[in-house]
């Protein structure tokens, strides 16, 4: 079974600064896709950025980007010019591309990130 | 405007009381899902289905029910047989087929409490 996991339960930036959250995965499989959510308090689950297993450049989206490192199994989230709406949990989640895993999104625990003003 | 829209908000069970979420989508998604999230936890799935009047298991689905009799439709009963309920409970939504890439969609949310 896929495993996700978040070693970084709360993470604080200074408002305009760049913080990195970290995410590692286990997976035997070769075909996956991986999310990132933001959850602000309202708990809304928000889709940030996502990454195709097969393509090898980093995603990005305005003021978000990643580093994914296929061989490492890590799927890192970098937010640049931090903002005080930046302010949430952030879920890393991984969901596989073949079989009936491919339903499945499977959450890390969540990273709680303060933006200091 | 489309979206998925769960209700109530709020929900408060008595002991050996079943309950029932509502999940409604109209975004033509043929599937949906439904997570549990606990305090400090990320999600993890109760229950899914691709397709009308048929579903599965997720990880955590003792004590829980669904049906999928209209595919805009997902309600998720909570029975007595859940004897931990009190969670933050979400619904998605998603895409299936050559656009399985594709992120699944949340609705709100509803807190459901032991009274």
């Known amino acids: 079974a896929q495993t996700v996991t978040q070693s970084q339960p709360e993470m604080s930036v200074q408002e305009a600064e760049t913080v990195t959250l970290s995410c590692t995965y286990d997976t035997s499989e070769s075909d996956y896709y991986l999310f990132w959510y933001k959850q602000p308090p309202s708990r809304q689950m928000i889709l940030v950025i996502r990454q195709e297993a097969y393509k090898q450049q980093n995603a990005t989206e305005n003021r978000f980007s990643v580093n994914f490192q296929k061989a490492a199994k890590s799927f890192s989230l970098k937010i640049s010019d931090s903002q005080l709406g930046d302010a949430a949990m952030y879920f890393c989640?991984?969901?596989?591309?073949?079989?009936?895993?491919?339903?499945?999104?499977?959450f890390g625990q969540g990273t709680r990130l303060t933006i200091n003003p | 405007d489309g979206g998925i829209t769960q209700s109530p908000k709020y929900l408060f069970r008595k002991e050996g009381q079943n309950v029932t979420l509502s999940c409604e989508q109209n975004?033509?998604?043929?599937?949906m899902y439904w997570y549990r999230q606990d305090p400090g936890q990320g999600l993890r799935l109760i229950y899914y289905?691709?397709?009308?009047?048929?579903?599965q298991k997720g990880d955590i689905a003792e004590g829980y029910s669904v049906s999928r009799e209209k595919k805009e439709s997902f309600p998720l009963t909570v029975t007595s047989a859940q004897k931990n309920p009190t969670a933050f409970y979400l619904c998605a939504s998603s895409i299936l087929g050559r656009l399985d890439h594709q992120p699944q969609h949340f609705g709100d949310g509803t807190r459901l409490s032991i009274l």
């Open positions: 975004l033509n998604h043929d599937a």
């Open positions: 289905s691709q397709i009308v009047n048929d579903f």
């Open positions: 989640a991984y969901r596989s591309a073949e079989g009936q895993g491919a339903q499945k999104l499977v």
